[in-house]
């Protein structure tokens, strides 16, 4: 299977270099083709422009930043579907919104291309070991065609049901995810106020009812100091945004939800779009006047290990 695959940053890259172990011919291309050089000295060529990704590949597969960008990878001038062929199949692993996704995958049709939806969640660092969780949205005969590519990038993987359930899944995911994490910064900081180690208030929330998988893995990053996550500012206020549009079609008011994003909104414009998400603490930080720092935590997360 012939594979061309736009968008390699940090996660998007992960994904390929998961593709190229397991013996997929690959194609690649990336706004910045620095993102690019670890996977062509792996084996991937370079394509000069998504167009060039599709012409000759089975199946295109998008990992990008918001649907704007989508959108223009896929339908924009030299776009994915001016080169793809008939009969190919367009896999998107971007968090995107549902409404958009299902326009492009219409325009897909028009031409004789399958479309997928493949949100992942779990982590850049779960990516890097190839076991990370995809949730995976489309035509049941299409999903089952594709499924081995789907497994060589994923621990688990998922059939959310018809298109634009898995977008919508992953937003709400997204959502709890992030709203995790400004209560990790606000139970630290608690702790840290009330005199307690912090090494000490670490591990008993993760052995308690409170814990959580971003307290375990964003946690250790906020008591080193790096923030590292591997996601940005930017990317958690466009998936919170998501999960308002979402909340506001179908009737949830998700007012915990607004006050969080009001908080990364406050982040962002103190610390920058680009600045690492859990700096969403740091702002809590900066407003106490302490640190949470905590001896023998590390500055990134190490690849999961599969299985």
Known sequence: MEVGFVGVGRLGGHLAASLLRAGFALSVHDLDREAARRLEDAGAVWADSPASAAAGADVVVTCLPSPSAVA????????????????????DMSTNDRRALLRLAELARDKGIATLEAPVTGGVHRAAAGDITVIVGGDERVVKAHMPLLEAMGGQVYHGGELGRASDLQVVTNMLALV???????????????????GLAFEVI??????????????????????????????????????????????????????????????????????????????????????????????????????
């Open 72 to 91: 223009e990878v896929i339908a924009g001038r030299g776009g994915v579907l001016s080169s793809l062929r008939d009969g190919g199949t367009w896999i």
């Open 180 to 198: 995790h994490l400004v209560a990790c910064g606000d139970a630290l900081m608690l702790a840290r106020r009330a005199g307690i180690d912090l």
């Open 206 to 307: 993760r052995a308690s009812s409170g814990t959580s998988f971003v307290h375990e893995t964003e946690g250790q990053l906020i008591l080193n100091g790096s923030y590292d996550i591997g996601f940005t500012m930017d990317l958690a206020l466009k998936d919170l945004g998501l999960a308002l549009a979402l909340g506001e079609d179908t009737g949830v008011s998700l007012e915990l939800e607004r006050g969080v994003r009001d908080r990364f909104a406050e982040a962002a414009a103190r610390y920058g779009g680009q600045a690492w998400s859990p700096m969403v603490v740091k702002l809590l930080e900066d407003e106490v006047g302490e640190d949470l720092r905590a001896p023998g935590f590390p500055a990134t997360l190490e690849p999961a290990s599969s299985g």
